[in-house]
């Protein structure tokens, strides 16, 4: 399936009855609760998605915030100026396999829940123009990407 968010103050919750391949946000609330529906792609540009559980393939935030919530992977997470991943609302472990942080940027995981497989790529920018918040007594080891 496809689903898009028109720009609004819409508010989208989906069961897990819902078959969901593209997600695709310029606004308003999204829920997805369940397993069964997560979108292998999203691409969000406004307003706040909340993903309870579920596998993602790739999470593309260029606006907004997106809340991953419950067990389960994102192979793959951009976060652009502006736009927030918040890891914060459920003290479940996940995983991040592969994590781009661009300028204005945030990554919140304060009480560290997630695993980041391959670290967090900073690209085209330098940790004082991001949010990097990976919570308390934490070794950040730089390396060329």
């Given at each position: 399936g496809y689903l898009t968010n028109i720009?609004?103050?819409a508010l989208v919750k989906a069961g897990t009855g819902l078959t969901l391949t593209t997600l695709n946000q310029s606004g308003g609330?999204?829920?997805l609760q369940g397993f069964a529906n997560t979108p292998t792609l999203v691409n969000k540009t406004a307003g706040t998605l909340?993903?309870?559980g579920g596998s993602v393939t790739t999470v593309t935030v260029d606006g907004g915030k997106f809340n991953y919530n419950g067990v389960g992977t994102i192979t793959t997470l951009n976060i652009s100026?502006?736009?927030e991943a918040n890891f914060t609302q459920d003290?479940?472990?996940r995983t991040v396999t592969n994590a781009n942080l661009y300028k204005g940027g945030s990554i919140i995981d304060s009480f560290k829940t997630v695993t980041w497989t391959n670290g967090v790529d900073l690209v085209r920018c330098s940790l004082a123009e991001v949010t990097l918040d990976?919570?308390?007594h934490v070794t950040i080891t730089p390396s060329a990407v």
């Open positions: 720009t609004g103050d609330i999204v829920v909340t993903i309870n100026d502006g736009a003290m479940s472990a990976l919570g308390i």
